[in-house]
DNA sequence: CGCTAATCTAGAACAAGTTTCAGCCTCGTC
DNA sequence: GACGAGGCTGAAACTTGTTCTAGATTAGCG
């Protein structure tokens, strides 16, 4: 029943540096495990031994493997998108360059299949006590988007079609890690639902279709 | 290493008369500890035991949790096909028809919400080796969207875009039993994406546009 | 520097999914 | 009706996520 701080979530505590420098070792483990093996490797034994820290650190640090793997995906997140930003996508309309950068961004998961594997999976298996953590990635990946399509102050209809980009985005990728569905499929299950975001242009008038 | 029958699958052995009642007392007792608790509610041990069977035999049945919650799944799908053929979508259009039958599903998920929970969990969580029972599902599913669009005959464009409606589906589903989404976002969810069947129908000549 | 509370460590312990095994039972066959 | 192969049972064992505890360390503070 005491106060206590927990080094977890946002705010709670600024982080001594010795820290952060143990989270970002775990973090830094977890993503080694996971690229070699995927969401099995990811063993928290391991994890621990691994970052040099004991078991009951590691659950301080994350309450448990979904919540490592979540942050695992929060960190890979991050850089994608700052990687992303460097060269932003060429395409002429909205649906283009959408369906360019998440399709780069695809082709970046599938250089790690196995890490890929990992967090998409704690994704979709994470339960309410992750939620927090989870929206965060939904929110990240939305700015993704929202960035290649080059808008600022969506309508709520351009959000529909964005959450529902996201959806496919994540169901795909499932598909592919699981071995239902190819690389080429991914790709044009992408470009259909991009399509939604023409849609949803003409109707919002914003940018006038002068063609 | 010998040629064994397992009475896995669909028609490695026809199955006798006692194992078919195991079987199916395995998934009655798969679903309703599913619907009490959701997914962690279904405990082989429990299973096992509330089916009459040993732990040993469940397994042989279902080779993990997984593959019982997906089979339990199709056994609830294969339900749910039935009682919407009894009802067909009332909607003009193809769109409205598909949106109208996976609200009238997701209203059916909404009174077992553990069940489904249980369900939707143990499908995207599945790995390689439940591919072919996962893909079962996803064929059902598909069966029950071209049902509601009226179709037999797809085009590429379209099953492209009941592809992609699964995967909102899918996640969407997802999202509502995390909470991290409200009932009312799902609906608009299914109801944005089903908008992709109109652009593809446009671009199939099957049904000339005679307005 | 010395104190206190919080944090960290090592390790045991527990929980639930999964595997294994010895022995009994059932089914099809002769 | 006896036989043999495979299926079923009961129970123990193993694996990995998670929790708990006692003692050592560390951080912050007077």
Known sequence: MTAEAKPRGSASTPLTERQEARRRRILHASAQLAARGGFDAVQMREVAESSGVALGTLYRYFPSKIHLLVA???????????TLRKRPPAGAGAAERVAETLM??????????HLADAMVRALTFADRSVSPEVDTVSRQTTAIILDAMGLDRPTPEQLSAVRVIEHTWHSALITWLSGRASIAQVKIDIETVCR??????S?????PPER
């Open 72 to 82: 695992t995906m929060q960190d890979q997140l991050q850089g994608m998108h700052l």
């Open 104 to 113: 780069r961004a695809f082709r970046a998961l599938q250089r790690e299949p």
């Open 203 to 207: 109707a919002a008038p914003r940018q």
């Open 196 to 201: 939604l975001i023409d849609l949803t242009a």
